[in-house]
């Protein structure tokens, strides 16, 4: 079973760009959350799509957009870049995202983003 | 306002010994909680969960602890090996919602 995949790998952007990244879950996971990890906060959660809408979301500007797709796959925008955007950008995907050990997230190896 | 907070950025334990990796969390409500291991350039992997209503979970090598009125957990590692050496992050959700907040992350070194 092929695990979630995130593309690109590696992104460099200036500053007021924007740029979008892709998630592809594991196959019959119709959850995908979206986090950022940087050296000083950890992992933060950006915001969850399940059946193409958003369930949850977390405390980032509007600046940080997302969406899912019929096939569960999910894009996440960020637009007008700012220095301290430069981040890892992790997609994670779940059965359902409810709670429980037999719907734990899968997470993919996630995008690194440098903003110049 | 952090709502679970991993105080030590870092450990290091000899292989063969108990690593006890702790967390803290602050929302009353978080009544899930879960620990991530990540490697660098991987993403962080499932280990081991724990609901609010059981004080201990156990899987081979791994035991977390809960202490619900300290608003307290704790990963246990017996015996530590050198693959364990990685970022470890405690995490939790809530009845509410079952949005996870993770903490900052542990770095494990395991020491030969």
């Known amino acids: 079973k092929a695990g979630v995949t995130q593309t690109p790998r590696y992104l460099i952007k200036t500053r007021g760009q924007q740029v979008t990244l892709s998630c592809s879950p594991i196959?019959?996971?119709?959850?995908v959350s979206w986090y950022q990890q940087t050296p000083g906060q950890g992992l933060q959660f950006l915001f969850e799509y399940f059946s193409e809408t958003q369930r949850n979301k977390g405390n980032f500007p509007g600046r940080f957009s997302g969406r899912q797709f019929s096939n569960s796959r999910s894009e996440m925008n960020v637009s007008t870049l700012e220095l301290g955007d430069s981040a890892l950008y992790l997609c994670?995907?779940?059965?359902?995202?409810?709670?429980?050990?037999?719907?734990?997230?899968?997470f993919g190896p996630g995008t690194r983003l440098t903003v110049l | 306002d952090q709502q679970v907070k991993q105080n030590s950025p870092s450990l290091s334990v000899q292989e063969g010994r108990i690593s006890i990796l702790n967390c803290d969390y602050t929302n009353s409500m978080f009544d899930y909680f879960l620990w991530y291991k990540k490697y660098p350039a991987e993403g962080p992997t499932f280990l081991i969960s724990?609901?609010?209503?059981?004080d201990k979970n156990e899987d081979g090598r791994f035991t977390v602890f809960l202490n619900k009125s300290a608003k307290h957990l704790s990963l246990h590692i017996v015996p530590s090996q050198p693959g364990d050496s990685a970022v470890y992050f405690c995490a939790a959700s809530g009845f509410r919602d079952d949005k996870i907040i993770f903490g900052k992350g542990t770095r494990l070194h395991i020491l030969p």
């Open positions: 196959s019959g996971h119709r959850s």
């Open positions: 724990i609901s609010s209503i059981k």
């Open positions: 994670a995907s779940s059965r359902t995202g409810r709670k429980g050990s037999y719907n734990e997230q899968f």
